[in-house]
């Protein structure tokens, strides 16, 4: 892929020299940990062309978008409202931060004690090593946790795009008016980033496009309820992660052709591994492109993920908007209501969360829950607990683990994975 590509990144202003160390990290893990597993969904082709294209072909359609006059708006959030970029002509793409990098220059702007997700942001941008964030017109950060919200007023020193959206992080009335009245605002910094304004067609189409997109990722999950499990969870993982910056028309018919081999494979009990494998749930900080560490521990220590109960996940997906509104402000409510009931962490009290977890795996038939919080993540280290009291009490063994990026600890969570999957069986 490379010899074609180099012009169009050093236009983008990237160090070839990092970005091609990067490239050569992710195609030997890509390779060593996707490639070689057995019994895959024919289908997962799409994605392995996808990887095999990241910082290509995808980044040439969205040159090709700019060109065409489109905005590329970047995210780091669920939060942040694919169907208001859409409607507005701009597209939303999730920017990677599951790998470290420029790990030294980097701890020149935050402290060694943040977590790794907000490290990561800040190395690839100034590590000069993704496309993506280059190709962005605007970059939107978020108040979420303390460790964002404060990177951010950092972040704005080494990016001249970025874009700060306030969040509630209690679920009242005044914390919905809060989502409302910041949805509105980033629906006319949209506008006006594009020149385009959204019109009760446009946000119905891109509701529609959005809907249809998360209602392929749900239909994925619901399959992953069988046993055998037809399809891996680091398969599975891979989908929910490329759902953040693929073109959404081609993701959905992509996911679909999966999920339609996926039947087939279940009506044929034919799995991705042996039925009664132990199976695991995965719960809580988002696992970013190309963090695979934890799932590829889990999977080759004779356990099946057969749920992510995350923002990579179906945190992230489900709930969809209500199609029924006829008039902007009416669908911006809408769209509200949904994104109203992502029980992140952040909030408090967050009730739904423990709950949502209990239903997944109680729906998915797991046997074990793990915990995977990455370290410093406050809030959700602190709810971990919580999570690990509820769960057993209904008697589902929880095993909550403290990571980071790097590879040091990977001897030690096979241990302590291997040793909980044995008490699973
Ligand atoms: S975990 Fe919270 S802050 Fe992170 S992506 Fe999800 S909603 Fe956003
Ligand atoms: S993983 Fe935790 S600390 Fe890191 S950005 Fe997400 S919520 Fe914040």
């Not at 970005?19 to 799409?46: C, K, T």
């Not at 993704?130 to 978020?142: I, K, S």
Request: one cysteine or more.
């Amino acid at each position: 892929m490379s010899e074609n590509y180099r012009q169009m990144w050093t236009e983008l202003g990237l160090d070839l020299k990092a970005h091609d160390a990067l490239l050569g990290v992710l195609s030997e893990a890509y390779q060593n940990i996707f490639m070689a597993q057995d019994n895959r969904p024919e289908a997962m082709s799409y994605f392995d062309f996808v990887m095999s294209e990241v910082h290509g072909l995808r980044i040439k359609e969205l040159l090709d978008e700019k060109a065409a006059g489109r905005k590329i708006i970047g995210s780091y959030c669920v939060f942040v409202p694919e169907e208001i970029a859409l409607a507005a002509n701009a597209t939303l793409i999730g920017l990677c931060t599951g790998a470290d990098f420029a790990t030294e220059e980097v701890e020149k702007y935050l402290p060694r004690n943040t977590c790794a997700l907000i490290k990561s942001a800040f190395g690839f941008k100034l590590g000069r090593v993704c496309p993506y964030l280059e190709t962005t017109d605007m970059v939107v950060g978020e108040n979420t946790c303390d460790g964002k919200k404060k990177a951010y007023e950092s972040f704005k020193d080494i990016i001249n795009n970025l874009y700060v959206m306030d969040l509630p992080q209690v679920k009242s009335a005044n914390g919905k008016a809060l989502l409302k009245a910041e949805y509105v605002r980033f629906k006319e910094a949209a506008e006006q980033l594009t020149g385009v304004q959204v019109t009760a067609e446009s946000l119905q189409a891109a509701i529609k496009l959005v809907n249809a997109k998360r209602a392929a990722m749900l239909r994925l999950y619901q399959l992953r309820a069988a046993d055998p499990a037809p399809i891996s969870g680091l398969d599975a993982l891979l989908a929910n992660q490329v759902f953040f910056y693929d073109n959404p028309e081609r993701f959905t018919a992509s996911v679909n052709k999966i999920c339609d081999e996926l039947e087939q494979r279940i009506k044929d009990n034919t799995g991705a591994f042996p039925a009664k494998m132990p199976r695991i749930l995965v719960s809580g900080c988002p696992q970013a492109m190309p963090n695979w560490k934890l799932p590829a521990i889990i999977e080759t220590s004779g356990a099946v993920i057969v749920g992510e109960e995350s923002c990579v996940g179906e945190r992230g997906v489900r709930n969809l908007v209500d199609e029924s509104g006829t008039s902007v402000d009416e669908m911006l409510d809408a769209i509200v209501e949904r994104y109203f009931k992502v029980d992140c962490a952040i909030f408090t009290p967050n009730c739904d969360r423990l709950q949502h977890i209990e239903q997944m795996a109680k729906a998915y038939n797991a046997d074990g829950v793990i915990h995977y919080g990455l370290q410093f993540c406050t809030p959700y280290l602190m709810e971990s607990m919580p999570v690990q009291k509820a769960l057993e009490q209904k008697n589902i063994p929880c095993l909550r683990i403290e990571t980071d990026y790097s590879m040091e600890d990977m001897g030690q969570l096979k241990t302590r994975v291997e040793a909980f999957i044995e008490q699973l069986k």
